[in-house]
């Protein structure tokens, strides 16, 4: 079954860190352009970080930048978002999706791609990040 599968999320206080996961199965990351997404109550989903395929490039946006890192194990067949200096801001619930096509990071963290079921091949579930004390 395809599926991405994400742990990690909770309730942190103001400064803490946190870091989320995401182990596809059923089929493997390595050629795949990843992201992590993320949901406030009465928005839309924004893009947070993204990982493109066709040539490994980054994007985050700009509130998280110097405080996320977005990065991959394939031997584990997992992403992760290690979050730090978390803000009350950063509450939201956070999926992570996947995607075969090869375009730079930004593509899939901008535009449609975010608010949109098929902007990605597949999706996790999302997990909730409350940051607050």
């Known amino acids: 079954q395809v599926q991405l599968v994400q742990s990690g999320g909770g309730l942190v206080q103001p400064g803490g860190s946190l870091r989320l996961s995401c182990a596809a199965s059923?089929?493997?990351?390595?050629?795949?352009?990843i992201g992590w997404y993320r949901q406030a109550p009465g928005k839309e989903r924004e893009g947070v970080s993204c990982i493109g395929s066709s040539d490994s490039s980054t994007w985050y946006t700009d509130s998280v930048k110097g405080r996320f890192t977005i990065s991959r194990d394939l031997a584990k067949n997992t992403i992760y978002l290690q979050m730090n200096s978390l803000k009350p801001e950063d509450t939201a619930v956070y999926y992570c999706?996947?995607?075969?096509?090869?375009?730079?990071?930004?593509?899939?963290?901008?535009?449609?791609?975010?608010?949109?079921?098929?902007?990605?091949?597949?999706w996790g579930k999302g997990t909730q990040v409350t940051v607050s004390s």
């Open positions: 059923g089929f493997t990351l390595d050629y795949y352009s």
């Open positions: 999706a996947a995607d075969h096509s090869g375009h730079p990071a930004y593509y899939y963290c901008s535009g449609d791609v975010p608010s949109s079921e098929s902007g990605m091949d597949y």
